[in-house]
């Protein structure tokens, strides 16, 4: 959403950093020069400006325009399956917890894969397949009753690369002073073929490529407790995508809701950073969104370009205007507008 996005990047720009920014349209911008969405592909252009980009920000979308097709083209095309979603507590944040403070986990989401390869359709058009699609028990199931599938795929390849990454995640962590736990979450008691798959692959490459590191597993029900009542004895969680999805989502909601929602979505050789809870369409032109998620994410950015030290400045920045408590938006109890904050956080800088 450009009003996330705008102030955001123009803090970026103050910082003075060797950066240079290709601003393509968002919003209303791409519905008029593109069209409403579901386009047929990325516009050319769009695409060439991502493929000579180092990375890309990214601001909440809609289904409306374009942005979501350019969405699936950072996603899949350029393989940026392994996406990065801190649940981490500032100080002075509003949370829906009485406890919050020290609450500071790692969500590691598979991006590519489990339900979203969104191969759906009639029941009926599986009744070919009736001899070896079976119920539970071992029964075939009802391939004239009226209703839809959806296809949930887990492949070897994406589960160990996203293990890996959650397991590098944790070894960097643990050099900081954290525990260097990592946890697997999933259904695999009920799904015990393809949830077991993802939960026995996980565990495989934790324990056999990272001795150092812990390792704990959870079903997913009981890890969905773990995230509101337990929340300060989580490290590093790794989850299917619709599980990561829905519960990054839950996890916000602990450390100050929607608007503390930020992520890194990498590939082996390129990244893109965004909000994680998508866009806020009624707000539009009331200057009244929360844009922590956005700076956060930028945050993760400049670590991703090489700018360690400039992107702990932004971090510390946003840390101290939430402690000082005087330039909050509306979702955290304040007065500020969008604008007013993020000059807070550059005041800061």
Avoid at 290 to 298: E, G, H
Wanted: charge should be neutral.
């Amino acid at each position: 959403m450009p009003e996330a996005v705008n102030p955001t990047v123009k803090i970026l720009e103050g910082m003075g950093l060797p950066i240079e920014f290709n601003k393509l349209p968002g919003g209303e911008d791409s519905i008029r020069m593109y069209g409403a969405a579901p386009l047929p592909k990325v516009p050319d252009e769009i695409k060439k400006a991502i493929d000579e980009a180092d990375c890309t920000l990214y601001g909440s979308n809609s289904n409306k325009n374009f942005s979501r097709i350019a969405l699936g083209y950072l996603r899949w095309g350029l393989d940026c399956g392994c996406h990065l979603r801190p649940i981490k507590y500032l100080k002075g944040a509003r949370s829906a917890l009485k406890n919050p403070e020290g609450i500071d986990w790692v969500i590691i989401r598979e991006g590519r894969e489990g339900l979203y390869v969104r191969t759906q359709g009639e029941l009926k058009d599986l009744a070919p397949l009736a001899h070896v699609l079976k119920d539970r028990d071992g029964k075939p199931l009802n391939w004239q009753a009226k209703g839809t599938y959806a296809l949930r795929v887990t492949t070897e390849e994406n589960t160990r690369k996203i293990a890996r990454f959650g397991c590098e995640v944790a070894r960097k962590r643990k050099a900081q002073g954290y525990p260097g736990k990592v946890a697997v979450t999933d259904k695999y008691n009920m799904l015990h073929i393809n949830g077991e798959y993802f939960r026995r692959i996980a565990e495989e490459v934790v324990k056999k490529e990272y001795p150092d590191l812990l390792y704990e597993q959870f079903i997913v029900d009981d890890f969905a407790r773990r995230v509101v009542e337990r929340a300060h004895d989580l490290d590093v969680v790794i989850m299917p995508n619709e599980h990561a999805d829905v519960l990054s989502d839950a996890a916000s909601a602990t450390v100050g809701g929607l608007g503390f929602g930020y992520s890194g979505c990498y590939g082996d050789k390129y990244a893109y950073f965004e909000p994680s809870a998508g866009s806020f369409p009624r707000a539009k032109g009331l200057n009244i969104i929360n844009p922590t998620a956005m700076l956060l994410s930028s945050v993760l950015m400049l670590q991703y370009l090489g700018f360690a030290k400039e992107a702990q400045r932004l971090e510390n920045a946003v840390k101290a205007v939430y402690e000082e408590g005087k330039v909050l938006t509306q979702d955290q109890g304040g007065k500020a507008s969008t604008t007013q904050f993020c000059d807070a956080v550059a005041g800061k800088l």
